[in-house]
């Protein structure tokens, strides 16, 4: 079984970009789409967007404005870039496996990465 | 956007009580939802999609039915380790990709 491990900066200042990685275990990476949702303090769940090794992405239209998700073959990773961020933005953020290209659920989710937003 | 609405908020449980939780869509999502666990501190877990098919490895008193609009996760005869917040989500209506607000069992 795949696992899925998120990395970046657990702080970001207003107005800066939040970069985040997520590392796939098993070389699936080219076999699968791949998602980013995040879940605010608190609040339920929230999905970004995906990414395709292909070069296909589709996001949230309400974040499409500041979203970027790429996947890199060569490193087994695929990524976010969210600009201009505000404290809104904080939240945990989840990288997930969708499970197929017909059926959009999510069957496998990395343990999460609490990113804040604050000077 | 498709609204996915659950309900109740939060359900008072027993060990051995039959539960069901329900998620109303604004619009027809055919048989695209699926169902989440999330126990604290950790990240949801896919238990149901497609209405009806449990994921690899979920137990047989977690089932899941409706259509439509209207949908049930039902749990047969909870255990302890059933508590947590379960959220509903479509993937018919896209983007974006939307989930319910969650229901939380807690212990009675």
């Known amino acids: 079984q795949a696992q899925l491990q998120e990395s970046g900066p657990g702080l970001v200042k207003p107005s800066e970009t939040l970069s985040l990685t997520c590392s796939v275990s098993?070389?699936?990476?080219?076999?699968?789409?791949w998602s980013w949702i995040r879940q605010s303090p608190g609040k339920g769940l929230e999905w970004i967007g995906f990414?395709?090794?292909?070069?296909?992405?589709n996001y949230d239209p309400s974040l499409r404005s500041r979203v970027m998700m790429s996947v890199d073959t060569s490193k087994n990773q695929f990524s976010l870039k969210l600009t201009s961020v505000t404290p809104a933005d904080t939240a945990v953020y989840y990288c997930?496996?969708?499970?197929?290209?017909?059926?959009?659920?999510?069957?496998?989710w990395g343990h999460g990465t609490l990113v804040s937003v604050s000077s | 956007e498709t609204v996915m609405t659950q309900s109740p908020a939060t359900l008072s449980v027993s060990p051995g009580d039959r539960v069901t939780l329900s998620c109303r869509a604004s619009?027809?999502?055919?048989?695209?939802l699926a169902w989440y666990q999330q126990k604290p501190g950790q990240a949801p877990r896919l238990l149901i999609y497609?209405?009806?098919t449990r994921a690899t490895g979920v137990p047989a008193r977690f089932s899941g039915s409706g259509s439509g609009t209207d949908f049930t996760l039902t749990i047969s005869s909870l255990e302890s380790e059933d508590i947590a917040v379960y959220y509903c989500?479509?993937?018919?209506?896209?983007?974006?990709?939307?989930f319910g607000q969650g229901t939380r069992l807690e212990i009675k």
């Open positions: 989500q479509q993937c018919n209506d896209w983007p974006p990709i939307t």
């Open positions: 997930v496996r969708v499970y197929s290209s017909s059926y959009w659920y999510f069957d496998l």
């Open positions: 497609g209405v009806s």
């Open positions: 619009q027809s999502v055919k048989n695209l």
């Open positions: 990414a395709h090794y292909s070069g296909s992405t």
């Open positions: 098993d070389g699936s990476i080219r076999n699968y789409y």
